[in-house]
């Protein structure tokens, strides 16, 4: 495994393409492709389904072979070896389990191109600083959506929410031969229930310093390094005081506090070993899933950049979780919050349909994973509006208070989910039975 605490780059670009710090020209890009184990004349343009993280990614052409190029974002992945790892790790261990005969030929992994160099991808030093930067084919007949409402038809809504679900099946049981402890996650503090409410713990005493804070800081260097100034508020007395005093944040504040033991449920499951310590996606939502542009087949799962140890329930939970919400993440009308359950059903019977791997155990506690992440969610949301928006940051056009609305939003939304809780209990155990 690469140390990502030391950085030893390899290539340095040509001084004659040396242009604009602030951003990268067409010859740049021209040449850092060039860089990697392709044939033929090289053609760039900008990528129009780039997401908000690898801001960096462009569509190559060249030998009749379309490629994508992406520059891992080091401004949020602070150690893009990491990155790198797992990301190979995954792809290797969907490409061995379809050799083996496991999940669903159909499926597609992710195909890195190596460098000219016989590398996984590509370390440099140029004028923007030090960078890595991945070659991936760019798997063709595919579509991707960004939300459900997309599509007009009801009946296609649900077909292929179910088909996000058995995408998540497919992925989980083609990566669960990897074994957890050879990853390091790539975001540290990331889906770590315990951290974030020794956040909220922090900032609900208005500590301002690390050395106030030092009882509830983690001990891992790394770990906390990477989290220790979420610790802390940001805010002025006043306005500290103005959101912590705000009457209309009252009742989620409770909720937080008063469940923080069933919020803690997927760690506690894995630390008395009864649901598996696999490794997750981390970001499973609809837009990362690839589809078939003829039959609508799920075929792949990408955006492999948030890789962790944890367990497939959280995927789960988090892919419901964002899927059902019928008002999005910004809703100020709370009457409008509600679960979309058919959207749930379907997405769980075509999870429960595909899985393989899955055990009973974890299966009994699909329905609590949804409900627990969407609580995480609101937590994370909450903490960072007490705290002064330091993670989840304010766009210039966004309202000052938009996190106090996300957590609300979520907080709500879990309560719906609860409220929901025992007819999806039903759903569920009647699609594992048709699965057995």
Known sequence: MIDDSITTPLLEKPPHLIGSINDYSISDIEWIASQFDISGPVRVSAFPGRGNINLHTYEV??????????????????????????????????????????GDPFWVPIELISTRYGQEFLDLTDEHGWSVWRMMIRIPDSSSYKSLSEISSREAQLKLAEEVGRGLAIYSDLTSSIDPKSIDGSLPGYRDTPLYYSQFHSVMACNRTLASAEELLPQDPILRKSTQQHFLVALSDEEYAERRSDPELAPYLQIVEEREPFALGLWAAIDDSRIRHTLIHGDTKIENFLFCTETGRVKSLVDLDTIMPFTWLADYGDLQRSMVNVAGEKERDLSKIKVDQDVYEAVAKGFLLAAEEVTDHEVSMMVFAVQAITLELGLRFLTDYLRGDTYFQLGPNDPADLNKVRAIVQLTLYKRLVEFGPEAEQRLRSFRKASA
Do not use: C, H, W
């Open 61 to 102: 052409r060249a030998g009749g072979t379309e490629y994508l190029l992406q520059k891992v974002n080091s401004d949020v992945f602070t150690m893009p070896y990491r990155v790198m790892n797992s990301m190979t790790a995954s792809i290797r261990a969907q490409a061995e389990s379809l050799r083996d005969g496991k």
